[in-house]
């Protein structure tokens, strides 16, 4: 383990396992008493964080000297409706836009000025690609991942997504694949609800786990980091080989995260949580019992995205599993190792260009007059 987490206090352990959001655009008085108190391994920033560039590289700067470990910074910045930056930069294109071009010039074009922009705002990671597979019967599903997905087959989706995540991390930004092992075939938004998957073992494999399976066992290890998400797989026990019984979401599932994406496929860096605020956890289970689930099941990190009574909870509950021993050490040392190894990987950020962030934001305008796209939403 890297020796800046050895030296770390249990506290400071516990807070690196999560990856924490915050209220507003300023690290006014409620923003720093939670970050002092958490001491997160990571920040996670949404729109509501978002006022101008100056503005949000102030702000990950201010929390970068307050933290005993650098945080990491992340974003879902993936373009189309999931574009937390749109109000400082050009609206971006979704995956979906540049699929139907058939342009992998425009998947490296995306990663590339994505990845630059994030690094000149102080960001060293990205919560993008989406791997999940569109075929035209999931695209009347109501899932929200219609304009999200780069294909209709593993292969299409394979293709524009390695290249886009190349091209990112090409810029010195960390990208981190979504949702393991695939939300394409739920029909309902995870956000709300938790969608019931009935894909077997062997679908999943053939299908929407493939272009995971590729990028796993590729020799120049594009992936370090993998998104579990909320759905729910109840035709999947890998250890047993039958119906799982209770609906339990993957990730707080030890069946999927332990057995299939770990001793299974052989993955064994950074595993983060979608965020545990989402209705598909949190109308079926406590904060408490969800975060201590999601270390149990092998997850490294956990997303606590908005409410700052959640996060507190959370993370108290994560002190007192593992001082109670619900949570093993060797669990916990396993994580830090992760979370240490990952952030071994983190460049440090470019310094703020105001120019050079016009001109990536010049150059989003013309990928977008290329794509023949433009962003019907607000602002």
Do not use: W
């Not at 006022?51 to 974003?75: H, K, Y």
């Not at 995870?190 to 493939?210: G, N, Q, T, W």
């Not at 860096?269 to 965020?275: A, G, K, Q, S």
């Amino acid at each position: 383990m890297d020796q800046d987490f050895a030296s770390l206090s249990l506290e400071q352990k516990v807070g690196q396992l999560l990856y924490i959001g915050l209220p507003g655009p300023e690290l006014d008085r409620e923003a720093r008493a939670l970050v002092e108190y958490v001491q997160p391994g990571g920040i996670i920033i949404f729109a509501r964080n978002v006022a101008s560039p100056e503005q949000l590289r102030s702000l990950l700067d201010q929390i970068r000297e307050m933290l005993p470990v650098a945080p990491l910074f992340g974003i879902d910045q993936e373009g189309g409706l999931v574009d937390r930056l749109r109000k400082i930069a050009t609206p971006m294109p979704p995956a979906r836009v540049i699929r139907q071009k058939g342009s992998l010039a425009g998947a490296r074009t995306l990663g590339r000025v994505t990845g630059e922009i994030l690094r000149l705002l102080g960001f060293n990671m990205n919560f993008a690609p989406v791997l999940s597979i569109m075929t035209e019967e999931r695209d009347v599903l109501a899932n929200g991942l219609y304009s999200r997905s780069f294909g209709r087959s593993p292969g299409e989706v394979l293709g524009y997504a390695m290249t886009y995540l190349r091209a990112l991390q090409g810029t010195g930004c960390l990208g981190c694949v979504k949702h393991f092992p695939g939300l394409g075939a739920g029909e309902v938004d995870s956000h709300e609800e938790m969608p019931v998957i009935p894909l077997s073992h062997d679908d999943l494999i053939a299908h929407d786990l493939a272009p995971y399976i590729e990028l796993f066992t590729r020799e120049d290890r594009l992936v370090h980091a993998v998104m579990v998400g909320h759905g729910c797989y109840p035709n999947i026990s890998v250890r047993q080989g039958v119906v799982s019984g209770p609906l339990i979401p993957a990730s707080i599932n030890p069946e999927i995260i332990n057995g299939l994406l770990r001793t299974e496929l052989g993955f064994d860096e950074l595993v983060i949580t979608d965020d545990l605020e989402m209705g598909a956890v949190a109308k079926h289970y406590e904060i408490e019992d969800a975060a201590v689930r999601a270390i149990n099941a092998g997850e490294d990190m956990l997303l606590i995205c908005a409410r700052p009574d959640l996060i507190k909870r959370g993370r108290d509950a994560l002190m007192q599993a593992v001082r109670s021993g619900r949570i093993s050490q060797e669990r916990l040392t396993e994580s830090l190792r992760r979370i240490a190894d990952f952030k071994a990987l983190v460049q440090p950020p470019l310094p703020f260009d105001p120019e050079r962030f016009r001109q990536l934001s010049d150059e989003i305008a013309a990928l977008n007059r290329q794509l023949d796209y433009t962003y019907g939403g607000k602002i």
